[in-house]
């Protein structure tokens, strides 16, 4: 019998953060290593966030336990700003603060999935998902979409892949790793869709602040009402705020969902550090200013990017609407001959531009369809133009 159990032994590492750790670790090992790997804003955590975590420090009522399920005015500033983003009205009991986005998505499974359950995944999809699903004894369910559809699903490919034990719809707009953004109409009809057959939604919105150009993101159970009592929404500050290292997301569900959800994080991790959580009711509570000058950034480093990548030969690029993530395709390169040696997968061409261009980027094995690759454009202007042309010169030589 193997010593750890089959249950965790089944759990890979993150991918993305493997590649993340593997730049950084050549990077210190002298190698100018560029890294697009990691989800993660280059700029600074917006002061007055700082300075409310510096003066929470000093409160001793800080310094304590705190409730299980978030401060009561976190919770209850999340359910206004919930109100004031997406037009959602929530009470404040319907919110449970959690470690991070990444706890939400975990807890969310935890709380509506028994065995044998099936949850629809639309593909290219985030890496922490498949996971977070199979502990509980989930069933993952891939709906995958290509460029051909900018990487969204139809409610026709959904009715396909739903079961009798279809439970839940996980819903990731705008997604990481593709960028793509539902437009409303569709965000409606994949609820309505969901309403009608009595599947629950878990809506990942934790980038709803960073779209681009004419794209608009809408919640679901704005668009479709009734789905509120079938939904679990998913949010955080890490990618609005640049708070990706202080740990503060929340999900938003029916009460009875949030109030088991709140039994489970009582034994996990219990309240989520107190100084982060004030630093998160500043943030939600603030104005959006500093988002909006990330956006224009983030936004001007996108049209650079896929610029730069649709000039490759063999690699294509849809213009992604949303996040900080560009997903091309590198199918045409796979199988050709680049300096002596062959890649027939992305996680093969990956580790030779790695090697070669001294570029990290994150093979679309990880995101549930080989023959892409993910580069985060959340780094500076002068790197993006400096690691795209660096691997640009390199798949250049395909022959
Ligand atoms: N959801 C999506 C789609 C993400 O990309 C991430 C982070 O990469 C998260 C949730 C969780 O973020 P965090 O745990 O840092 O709040």
Same mark, same amino acid.
């Not at 009205?89 to 990444?102: E, F, I, P, R, W």
């Given at each position: 019998?193997?010593?750890?159990?089959?249950?965790?032994?089944?759990?890979?590492?993150?991918?993305?953060?493997?590649?993340?750790?593997?730049?950084?670790?050549?990077?210190?090992?002298?190698?100018?290593?560029?890294?697009?790997?990691?989800?993660?804003?280059?700029?600074?955590?917006?002061?007055?966030?700082?300075?409310?975590?510096?003066?929470?420090?000093?409160?001793?009522?800080?310094?304590?336990?705190?409730?299980?399920?978030?401060?009561?005015?976190?919770?209850?500033?999340?359910?206004?700003?919930?109100?004031?983003?997406?037009?959602?009205?929530?009470?404040?009991?319907?919110?449970?603060?959690?470690?991070?986005?990444?706890?939400?998505?975990?807890?969310?499974?935890?709380?509506?999935?028994?065995?044998?359950?099936?949850?629809?995944?639309?593909?290219?999809?985030?890496?922490?998902?498949?996971?977070?699903?199979?502990?509980?004894?989930? *069933?993952?369910?891939?709906? @995958?979409?290509?460029?051909? !559809? &900018?990487?969204?699903?139809?409610? $026709? %490919?959904? /009715? =396909?892949?739903?079961?009798?034990?279809?439970? *839940?719809?996980?819903?990731? @707009?705008?997604?990481?790793? !593709? &960028?793509?953004?539902?437009?409303? $109409? %569709?965000? /409606? =009809?994949?609820?309505?869709?969901?309403?009608?057959?009595?599947?629950?939604?878990?809506?990942?919105?934790?980038?709803?602040?960073?779209?681009?150009?004419?794209?608009?993101?809408?919640?679901?159970?704005?668009?479709?009402?009734?789905?509120?009592?079938?939904?679990?929404?998913?949010?955080?500050?890490?990618?609005?705020?640049?708070?990706?290292?202080?740990?503060?997301?929340?999900?938003?569900?029916?009460?009875?969902?949030?109030?088991?959800?709140?039994?489970?994080?009582?034994?996990?991790?219990?309240?989520?550090?107190?100084?982060?959580?004030?630093?998160?009711?500043?943030?939600?509570?603030?104005?959006?200013?500093?988002?909006?000058?990330?956006?224009?950034?983030?936004?001007?480093?996108?049209?650079?990017?896929?610029?730069?990548?649709?000039?490759?030969?063999?690699?294509?690029?849809?213009?992604?609407?949303?996040?900080?993530?560009?997903?091309?395709?590198?199918?045409?390169?796979?199988?050709?001959?680049?300096?002596?040696?062959?890649?027939?997968?992305?996680?093969?061409?990956?580790?030779?531009?790695?090697?070669?261009?001294?570029?990290?980027?994150?093979?679309?094995?990880?995101?549930?369809?080989?023959?892409?690759?993910?580069?985060?454009?959340?780094?500076?202007?002068?790197?993006?133009?400096?690691?795209?042309?660096?691997?640009?010169?390199?798949?250049?030589?395909?022959?």
């Amino acid at each position: 019998k193997s010593r750890v159990s089959a249950r965790i032994g089944g759990i890979s590492e993150s991918a993305t953060l493997a590649v993340d750790a593997k730049a950084k670790a050549l990077k210190a090992a002298g190698r100018p290593v560029i890294g697009f790997g990691a989800g993660e804003p280059d700029f600074p955590t917006p002061q007055a966030i700082v300075d409310a975590a510096i003066a929470a420090c000093s409160d001793p009522k800080n310094h304590r336990y705190s409730p299980a399920a978030g401060l009561p005015e976190l919770r209850e500033a999340i359910a206004t700003k919930t109100r004031r983003d997406s037009d959602y009205t929530v009470q404040a009991s319907q919110v449970l603060v959690t470690n991070g986005g990444k706890q939400a998505v975990y807890q969310a499974f935890q709380t509506l999935i028994d065995p044998g359950d099936e949850v629809l995944l639309p593909a290219p999809y985030w890496t922490t998902y498949p996971e977070a699903i199979t502990l509980p004894g989930g *069933v993952p369910v891939v709906v @995958s979409a290509d460029e051909s !559809t &900018g990487y969204l699903v139809s409610v $026709e %490919q959904l /009715e =396909a892949a739903r079961t009798p034990r279809t439970k *839940v719809l996980l819903f990731n @707009s705008p997604s990481n790793p !593709t &960028g793509a953004i539902y437009p409303p $109409e %569709q965000v /409606e =009809a994949i609820g309505r869709w969901a309403v009608e057959h009595g599947i629950w939604v878990v809506t990942d919105e934790i980038y709803e602040h960073l779209v681009y150009g004419d794209a608009r993101h809408v919640s679901m159970p704005t668009v479709v009402p009734e789905l509120a009592d079938t939904c679990v929404v998913l949010n955080g500050v890490a990618k609005t705020y640049a708070m990706t290292g202080w740990r503060v997301g929340w999900m938003i569900g029916p009460s009875d969902v949030i109030k088991a959800a709140s039994n489970l994080q009582s034994h996990l991790s219990s309240n989520v550090a107190n100084v982060s959580q004030r630093a998160a009711l500043e943030a939600v509570s603030g104005s959006l200013d500093a988002v909006a000058e990330m956006r224009s950034a983030f936004d001007r480093r996108r049209r650079k990017m896929v610029e730069l990548l649709s000039a490759i030969p063999g690699v294509s690029c849809p213009e992604p609407q949303g996040a900080f993530y560009a997903y091309p395709s590198v199918k045409s390169l796979l199988g050709k001959e680049i300096r002596g040696l062959r890649p027939q997968t992305s996680v093969e061409l990956a580790a030779l531009v790695l090697e070669q261009a001294e570029v990290a980027v994150v093979p679309g094995e990880a995101f549930g369809t080989p023959g892409y690759f993910r580069l985060s454009y959340a780094l500076g202007d002068e790197d993006l133009v400096t690691g795209v042309t660096r691997m640009a010169e390199l798949l250049a030589e395909a022959k």
